[in-house]
């Protein structure tokens, strides 16, 4: 299994776009065949400014700015994205299916809140 990835980063935010793909689909598309049968769901994450202004006071996070004066600046909006396959089977447990996708979607938020040094 491959991931493949794209990121994007520039002053309106960033953005993490990902998806699995089998090696069998990757040899389809590296040998020229057509691609039009590859299965992809992408899954990624966007992180954008909360649209708050750096403002005085004396907030949680706070640093000095040359006039010694605290200075908050905005936070973060993260948003994060899964595509999901789920059996049309009406015999399927879709209980277990959504404590699959909860799972993966916590897992996911623990991680960019890890990587990104936040509290928990």
Known sequence: MFILQESC???????VVY????LPSINTAMSGEDTSCIPL???GFTI???GQAEQEGDGASTS????GNKARSGGSLV????QILVSSSPSAKLNMEV?????????T???????LSCPT
Not at 64 to 67: D, E, F, H, I, L
Not at 99 to 107: E, F, K, Q, R, Y
């Open 9 to 15: 980063v520039d002053s309106s935010g960033s953005l």
């Open 79 to 82: 948003t994060v994205a899964f």
């Open 48 to 50: 954008l400014p909360d």
């Open 64 to 67: 000095s700015n040359a006039n």
């Open 41 to 43: 769901l992408p899954n």
């Open 99 to 107: 404590t699959t996708a909860c799972n993966l979607i916590g897992s």
């Open 109 to 115: 938020v623990h991680q960019i809140k890890a990587s």
């Open 19 to 22: 998806c699995p793909v089998d």
